[in-house]
């Protein structure tokens, strides 16, 4: 069974920092894009950023500069570093697996809560 489980959320102060972890299991971890969305109260949700099997990566304009999402395919696990925190990145964030092959294939993991607050 596939399984994509978030850990890393929590409170923290404009400006700080906080990094969140996806493990998965269950699928072919390096055949697999790994992105990170996010979704706000009453907002949609958006895509954050985006990195490939090869390391290849992209960001949503809003966190350019202050987000790093990496991956480490010895333990099925990508990453998320978020710096500069600001009150409008408070978000469940939710880590996704999207593969393309002769059919796509695309897992959501739980969710984590990141809230930022004085």
Request: aromatic share 12%.
């Amino acid at each position: 069974q596939v399984q994509l489980v978030e850990s890393g959320g929590g409170l923290v102060q404009p400006g700080g920092s906080l990094r969140l972890s996806c493990g998965a299991s269950g699928i072919t971890f390096t055949n697999y894009a790994m992105n990170w969305y996010r979704q706000a109260p009453g907002k949609e949700r958006e895509l954050v950023a985006t990195i490939t099997p090869g390391g290849s990566t992209n960001y949503a304009d809003f966190v350019k500069g202050r987000f790093t999402i990496s991956r480490e395919n010895a333990k099925n696990t990508v990453y998320l570093q978020m710096n500069s925190l600001k009150p409008e990145d408070t978000a469940v964030y939710y880590c996704n697996a999207a593969f393309r092959g002769f059919i796509r294939q695309e897992y959501w993991g739980q969710g984590t809560q990141v809230t930022i607050s004085s």
